[in-house]
Nanobody
Framework: QVQLVESGGGLVQPGESLRLSCAAS????????MSWVRRAPGKGFEWVSG????????TYADSVKGRFTISRDNAKNLLYLQMNSLKPGDTAVYYC???????????WGQGTQVTVSS
């Protein structure tokens, strides 16, 4: 069955970095655009970043542009999010899912918690 499993979250201090990973299985990963989406405590979902199926084009929310980098390894069915210069406002559960910013009936992972606090 389709599985998206995120990992790499944790507790870091402001200014530090984390790299999230998402392992995909059960579907043709290389044929799907992918995105990272986050949900902060008490708030709705926020699309963070997207990447085309080939990895040739990436897009970012203004809130993370210049600090986060999305990438993928289609040979290993892995999606990544490198997060630098983390801020307390980046605290959220981060999800990987199929599709770009707008996606019809995407597959979702279970999420990984990122907490940025001093």
């Amino acid at each position: 069955q389709v599985q998206l499993v995120e990992s790499g979250g944790g507790l870091v201090q402001p200014g530090e970095s984390l790299r999230l990973s998402c392992a995909a299985s059960g579907f043709a990963f290389s044929g799907y655009a992918m995105s990272w989406v986050r949900r902060a405590p008490g708030k709705g979902f926020e699309w963070v970043s997207g990447i085309t199926d080939s990895g040739g084009r990436t897009t970012y929310a203004d809130s993370v542009k210049g600090r986060f980098t999305i990438s993928r390894d289609n040979a290993k069915n892995l999606l990544y999010l490198q997060m630098n210069s983390l801020k307390p406002g980046d605290t959220a559960v981060y999800y990987c899912r199929t599709g770009q910013r707008i996606a019809a009936d995407p597959f979702w992972g279970q999420g990984t918690q990122v907490t940025v606090s001093s």
